[in-house]
């Protein structure tokens, strides 16, 4: 394929746009063509007669209220416990004795890095906080593009390596998932059960998990980098992984949404026991699986 010598930026950078000419623009305009409606037009405005603005607008409310509450819960450093449920927000707890604040903050910033730089929330907060367009052909508060060249959105370059830390992440979640089937009675002998904590620990970290498989990152160091799989080492099993990690990322969108809403949900939920708004439900009960192996509660907790 031929390459466009004139193209730099996609954006046409420095550029002044060109009068609309009769017929209807091509994908890949050069600089100075007319790249139609949108581009260089006064902020909002479009051709565009569709609800446009519904999604940024519904993106900026779910963001927005989700990252508040987030934000709350981080900084209130009390009831992220209640008996063998812990708050996502604050795993693994970290309480040393020099630290002044709440422990969440020695570990949030992992998955506020991870979810700040990911590809999908980019387009999404952009869209919803910064007009940066508002929507696809409407027009934007700005008249030129830096891309993500400067400081601070060159930070964003950093996503692969939030990715390593929120892999390690999922590790100590999972071990979190195990303790919350594991109870505690008075007399100090554990017993298996599900509770409704369970369940919102469990649906938590299930949707972090395939929210952090559908990474483009993580599809990208598997097989994304190559151009002829029978020619890399472990061509084969490399080809299976990146086919199965492409059909997840394909709902990416969706996973960066339900596990935002999850893992709020699950420090909601173990925040509402704590302090004694919700009553946490048994649903099941496996009383005497440990009495034929104590060790192994005693292993696990
Ligand atoms: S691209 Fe969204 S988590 Fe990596």
Same mark, same amino acid.
């Given at each position: ?43 909002? %405005? ?57 422990? %969440? ?31 696809? %052909? ?164």
């Amino acid at each position: 394929m031929s390459p466009e010598p004139q193209r730099k930026l996609s954006s046409s950078a420095g550029v002044a746009p060109a009068a609309a000419p009769s017929y209807r623009p091509a994908t890949c305009t050069p600089p100075g063509a007319w790249r139609g409606a949108g581009y260089g037009q006064p902020f909002g %405005a479009t051709e565009r007669t569709d609800t446009w603005w519904l999604m940024p607008l519904a993106q900026a409310l779910g963001l927005g209220l989700l990252g508040l509450y987030a934000t709350w819960a981080a900084f209130q450093g009390a009831h992220y416990e209640f008996g063998n449920y812990l708050s996502p927000f604050y795993s693994p707890l970290l309480k040393p004795a020099w630290w002044p604040i709440s422990p %969440a903050f020695l570990i949030l910033w992992i998955p506020a890095g991870f979810r700040g730089t990911c590809y999908y929330y980019r387009k999404a907060y952009y869209r919803a906080f910064f007009a940066d367009p508002s929507a696809c %052909a409407v027009g934007e508060p700005r008249k030129g593009y830096r891309g993500e060249v400067g400081f601070p959105w060159a930070i964003q370059n950093l996503h692969r390596y939030f990715m390593y830390f929120a892999s390690i992440l999922l590790v100590f979640l999972w071990w979190d998932v195990i303790r919350a089937f594991i109870f505690t009675d008075p007399d100090g002998s554990h017993y298996l059960a599900i509770g409704g904590g369970t369940l919102a620990i469990l649906a938590s970290n299930a949707l972090l998990t395939m929210y952090s498989l559908s990474c483009h990152s993580l599809r990208h160091l598997v097989g994304g980098k190559l151009d002829c799989f029978s020619c890399a080492v472990a061509g084969g099993p490399r080809h299976g992984a990146w086919s199965r990690l492409s059909a997840l990322n394909a709902h990416h969108m969706g996973y960066a949404w339900w596990s935002l809403f999850a893992v709020c949900f699950a420090d909601f939920y173990v925040r509402m026991c704590s302090m004694g708004v919700f009553h946490d439900p048994m649903f099941v009960t496996f009383r005497h699986l440990f009495d034929y192996a104590p060790k192994i509660s005693h292993f696990l907790l």
